[in-house]
């Protein structure tokens, strides 16, 4: 199989990166946030250097899992303004927002050369790099991937001062999803050296550097070394996709409404067994997924005497960051019943035998290999 690797978005990054914007000039630019982030002195600051140059319009009616019907109010307020560029200032909903916008306006054959920036205040879902945007229908309560090049940003400035105010829980959640980014690429069936690269360096920064962001918002060291994880993770799963922990996040987020990196960690463990034959529920060992974990595991110095043991302790310790991080272990823990989940099991396999993501996982899954995951993390 031939390897191609092709990345069109410049990243700027390290300290004052948002000075970028003094270069935009001339454009009619639609900012696209929330509420949240409105309210922040820095975005206010930024508005004045854009002010200058540029006219422009906020859009700050995004909300997690943002719906359709949210985007095409983005989209109607573009086209109002005549808008010629996107800027994106927000976590995974307000970039995936600020890409369903784009999408929806290629569709209505509106500016084909739309150009996107967008500048990520949480660390986490690495959106800022990738060509994946989220839509979720209120209507059949289902979140729908959408895989399109043209979606892939011009432009993503990764400036550590958005990402100081992160909350701890939010610090947790958002760190966690990109645990579950680095071991989903690696294991990937499309996965290359050069995402495997940026895998095995981001999971050890991240194993340092995620619980003290964590416990001190305030260290730059440790936000900087998270926040380039993130994107980091996020240019490796870009060419690999990822696998049914996501496909199961996706599914399960849109009927339970856990916050997505959270979910993600209670699922991460049963993944990771499943994936690497420990828990044998195909009857067989992938072999190269159990390399690869053990691999993982080395690089965090954990005993590897064999594979299976090394996989172990790439759990033990897995469990063991997810305590210092304050996270719930289980769908229980997290507030979910057995009516809950009995009632959405149906609908939840479904949607994640039918994501995109399963097509790229190790091992192709069955039906009833999900719902055994599924009831096993609650």
Known sequence: MVDELSFPTKIVSNQNAISYLQKISNERILIVTDQFI???TIFN???????KKNDFQIFSDVIPDPPIE???????????????????????????????IKFIARQLEYNHNLELIVIPTTSGSGSEVTNFSIITDEITNTKHPIVLDFLQPDVAILDVEFVKSMPPMVTADTGMDVLTHILEAYVSTNSTVFSDALCEKAIVLLFEFLPLAFRDGNNQLA??????????AGMAFNTTSLGINHSLSHAAGA????????????????????????????????EVALEKYAYLAS????????????????LEAIDKLRISLAMPKTLGEAGITK????????SIIYDAMSDPCTLTNPINPSEDSLKKILWAVY
């Open 299 to 314: 690089l965090l110095d954990l005993p590897n005497f064999s594979y299976q043991i090394a996989v172990k302790k790439l």
């Open 38 to 40: 409105e309210k922040m």
């Open 45 to 51: 600051k930024l508005l004045e250097t854009m002010r």
């Open 223 to 232: 936000r900087e070394n998270v926040h380039l994880c993130s994107t980091m």
């Open 339 to 346: 009516k809950d989940l009995q009632e959405h099991e149906s």
């Open 255 to 286: 009927k339970l409404h856990i916050p997505h990196g959270r979910l993600n960690t209670i699922l991460m463990p049963e993944v990771i067994k499943y994936n690497s034959g420990l828990a044998c529920s195909e009857g067989s060992i992938n």
């Open 70 to 100: 949210i985007i095409s109010s983005g989209v109607s307020k573009l086209k109002n303004m005549n808008g010629t560029m996107l800027l994106a200032i927000g976590g995974g909903s307000v970039i995936d927002a600020a890409k369903g």
